[in-house]
């Protein structure tokens, strides 16, 4: 095996450096082989060698599955630099989007019961809702979980992912704005969190039951992966949970200002998940519902949510993507079939894999998304091509490294010079902070406060908080609700301000 190790300068905390030697694989919680094979070691070695060269990932976990038994789930690195807290099997990691998978399985038990019907009009099942008749007259829950439905509703995703700022009566009540889209006609596939939120927030109206409790029933319960949960407080309370980080002025990951909250975590993106319990998700994918030897979910329920019922042409890096099911992309690396699903939010980066032919599956979990949480995807694709015995591993495997290594640079000389240049600009607003200052509403988007600190302008929307820089524009102020996601406020007098597209009128001063 290689030395990939790199001796440039170091972006870590001190501790961490010490620490990513520390995480040591440890027995699956798929039935593990009397003996691991050969390639779990070099997997092993290859991560640490990777965390150490590439430095702003603070922690990682592993799981790799190869039939019905996990060859290697492990943790490296640490949870949070400001604590030095060490990463293992049983840390808890944010898994955002690669939550899609789970919610659409629970959706799916429930219609084999007859619960609930995946390709009859949502109004057969759902009964009378705030949703425009001519949608819920025509539009499937097959529809809605595999990104064709066509339908557009700004103020559900926004509230159930970002500000937190919703109760069930108000999202149901938000079912109402839903239109079709005017750029992405019914069955063209495009990704969004939209389908999965009006899914659940119809799910809920039906049944009384939060999306979390229904996958935790359904899903979570039978397989027995009892530290992934919906409820970030629960999993803080059932263990470590690795905070999300991004890039501070210095290049050295931080934490997040944006941190997920129990009212943040939705059913397009809200699971906390461990290599242990990921290693036994990645056996029943394989296994179609069958775990530990014993059939979990009804034979052929599983393997229905890998079969593409939306169609797309798109590479996300080395992938190739022909398709979606039912949470799930479909395509290939390389010349294998890969069924995958990837997330990141703020800080957070999942890659959940498997190779139905080889039976073998991947899923690993980072800290840090925004500056190289491509490495998430580069620790899968070596464990591919380790078990294929790609003859040119090392060779190629370095270079990658090499390739990450310089993007991250990029990112880090980008990402000073437009803070430099931000800092530079003039102050845009005409008026003294403390007249704009006020809380202002949008019916369907919610509340924004404007708020003076230390002399600063600060925008708050729900759980988010940014300081304000200096607009480009007269009467406008740059924000970072979500890091690195500049987004440019615009106030119209002191009775308005524009976010968006979305605009807010002034209701207390």
């Given at each position: ?60 976990s592993l799981a790799v599955v190869k039939g019905d038994a996990a060859v290697l789930v492990a943790g490296y690195g640490v949870a949070d630099v400001r604590t030095g807290t060490r990463v293992d099997a049983d840390t808890g990691f944010y898994i955002a989007s690669a939550t899609k998978a ?175 319990d990921m290693a036994r998700w990645l056996e029943l994918q394989l296994n179609d519902g069958r775990l530990d030897g014993r059939r979990v979910f009804p034979a052929g329920l599983v393997a229905s949510t890998h079969r593409a019922v939306a169609t797309q042409q798109t590479v996300f890096g ?192």
């Open positions: 095996m290689t030395d990939l190790a790199h001796p440039s300068r170091r972006h870590v905390v001190g501790a961490l450096a010490a620490l990513l030697s520390s995480g040591a694989p440890v027995a699956g919680s798929a039935a593990s082989p009397a003996k691991p094979p050969a390639e779990a070691g070099d997997i092993d070695a290859f991560v640490r060698a990777a965390l150490a060269r590439i430095e702003t990932v603070p922690g990682l789970f919610t659409a399985l629970a959706l799916a038990r429930m219609a084999g019961r007859g619960e609930l019907g995946l390709d009859t009009p949502v109004a057969a099942w759902a009964g009378a809702s705030p949703l425009p008749a001519d949608i819920g007259g025509s539009i499937t829950l097959t529809d809605l979980l595999s990104h064709r439905s066509g339908l557009e509703n700004a103020p559900i995703p926004y509230r159930a992912a970002y500000t937190g700022q919703h109760d069930p009566a108000l999202m149901r009540a938000l079912l109402a704005p839903t239109v079709r889209s005017p750029t992405t006609p019914y069955g063209t596939f495009r990704y969004t969190n939209t389908g999965y939120n009006l899914a659940t927030t119809l799910t809920e109206g039906r049944f009384g039951r939060d999306w979390r409790a229904l996958v935790q029933r359904e899903v979570l319960a039978p397989a027995g992966m009892r530290r992934t949960t919906g409820w970030i407080s629960k999993a803080r309370r059932q263990g470590v949970v690795a905070t999300s980080h991004v890039p501070a002025d210095d290049g050295r990951p931080t934490p997040s200002p944006l941190q997920k909250v129990d009212a943040t975590m939705q059913s397009a993106g809200g699971l906390v998940s461990t290599a242990r080395p992938y190739a993507r022909d398709g979606y099911g039912l949470g799930w992309q479909t395509g290939r690396y390389g010349d294998e079939v890969l069924i995958h699903h990837f997330g990141n939010f703020a800080g957070a980066r999942a890659h959940v894999s498997f190779m139905p032919a080889r039976g073998l599956g991947v899923a690993v979990m980072a800290n840090e998304d925004l500056m190289a949480g491509e490495l998430v995807d580069l620790v899968a694709n070596y464990a591919y091509d380790r078990f294929a015995g790609r003859p040119d591993l090392a060779a190629h495997y370095d270079a990658e490294l090499a390739a990450l290594a310089a993007r991250r640079d990029k990112r880090q000389a980008g990402l000073a010079k437009s803070r430099a240049e931000r800092a530079a600009r003039p102050w845009s607003l005409a008026r003294p902070t403390g007249d704009y200052v006020g809380t202002y509403e949008n019916p369907d988007m919610g509340r924004i406060e404007i708020c003076e600190v230390d002399g600063r302008m600060t925008a708050r929307a729900g759980v988010m908080s940014a300081t304000a820089e200096a607009g480009s524009a007269p009467e406008s102020v740059r924000i970072e609700l979500v890091p690195l996601q500049g987004q440019i406020l615009r106030f119209d007098g002191v009775e308005r301000l524009v976010l968006d597209g979305q605009t807010y009128g002034r209701v207390l001063r």
